[in-house]
């Protein structure tokens, strides 16, 4: 799908653009053909940012194909930029015990010490692997694997560029094997509808210091049919920011709190002033739980696509963005 690992320059020295495609990428990673038989195919080759639902749903449709035709696992390269929202949003409609496994590159591929080679067998191992089924959509780079619903892109520089913020990374490439270092403690949630490839339908907005409900009220007048807020702390926003709120929510529209800090989550019941986490649920907004408000802006679009009204958006959040704890 594109992203760094794909990319070379123009002209030494020159920055890095769309160059490679898939098939050259599989050329470029020695050993690769030992791990699996490949079935190679170009969905797209789009830089991350400019990737939208439509290209996602190109990948879930060649990831359904190819299990179909009996490949035991799927992966799909993509720029580390957004990769965390393609996979999160991967793993809402993932119903197969394959794995889906996204990977990606820090390093473009003509730069001294390149990963995007290692991180495709590290994801080939990742994805034949069956200790990797069940759990959904994961992520390997570096040759560490997380849940999608967990991860995070959390350096923009650096090679260990992603963590499960809160969690621990559920595997490790050891030795040309995956390593489970634990096991999700329920099962998953069923598959959501696939939503239509039209643009997301909802906000997503932070609840700064100083911030008196303006940008809530604008993105509610502009008819967003969903709002995501990221509040500080457990889940919290001005006393005039949850007015906005309010006001929201009494024309129909869906408000989802998520926390700003990188672990911890959203609470419920801990404070009580106007703007805290235990008024905003009385006002009729939803606590996003552990889901980061990238993650919970894609799950109330996907619930919103499916017309779950109030108690159904509640229902699917508290059990996504909690149920997915550790056990060794």
């Excluded at 794909?6 to 470029?28: E, I, K, Q, S, W």
């Excluded at 595997?171 to 634990?182: F, H, N, S």
Aim: with cysteine; glycine share 10%; net charge negative.
């Amino acid at each position: 799908m594109g992203g760094t690992i794909a990319m070379t320059p123009a002209a030494p020295n020159a920055p890095v653009r769309p160059g490679l495609d898939a098939h050259d990428l599989v050329a470029a990673a020695p050993g690769l053909a030992d791990v699996a038989d490949l079935w190679v195919e170009n969905i797209c080759n789009i830089p991350s940012p400019s990737i939208t639902v439509a290209e996602v749903l190109s990948a879930l449709d060649f990831a359904r194909r190819s299990v179909a035709a009996g490949a035991v696992g799927v992966m799909l390269t993509h720029g580390t930029d957004n990769l965390e929202e393609t996979a999160y949003l991967l793993d809402l409609l993932w119903d197969e015990e394959a794995p889906i496994v996204v990977t990606g590159a820090m390093r473009s591929a003509m730069m001294p010490g390149a990963d995007g080679p290692a991180n495709l067998l590290a994801a080939a191992i990742t994805a034949s692997s069956s200790l990797a089924r069940g759990i959904g959509v994961l992520t390997c780079l570096n040759d560490t694997v997380h849940l999608a619903a967990r991860v995070t892109k959390s350096s923009s520089m650096t090679m260990q560029a992603f963590e499960s913020p809160g969690f621990s990374p559920v595997g490790r490439i050891v030795e040309g094997t995956l390593r489970r270092q634990w096991s999700p403690a329920t099962q998953r949630p069923a598959a959501l509808p696939v939503p239509t490839a039209g643009p997301i339908d909802v906000a997503l907005l932070e609840a700064a210091f100083g911030e008196d409900g303006r940008l809530i009220s604008t993105a509610h007048q502009a008819g967003y049919r969903g709002i995501v807020i990221a509040g500080s702390g457990v889940g919290h926003m001005s006393a005039s920011a949850a007015d906005a709120v309010s006001a929201a929510i009494a024309d129909g529209v869906s408000v989802v709190v998520a926390s700003r800090t990188a672990s911890g989550g959203t609470a419920t019941a801990i404070y009580g002033y106007p703007g805290s986490e235990a008024d905003l649920i009385e006002r009729g907004a939803v606590m996003a739980g552990d889901l980061s408000p990238r993650k919970a802006r894609l799950l109330l679009h996907v619930l919103l696509s499916a017309d779950r009204g109030a108690d159904g958006i509640s229902a699917e959040f508290n059990s996504r963005g909690r149920d997915c704890f550790p056990r060794a």
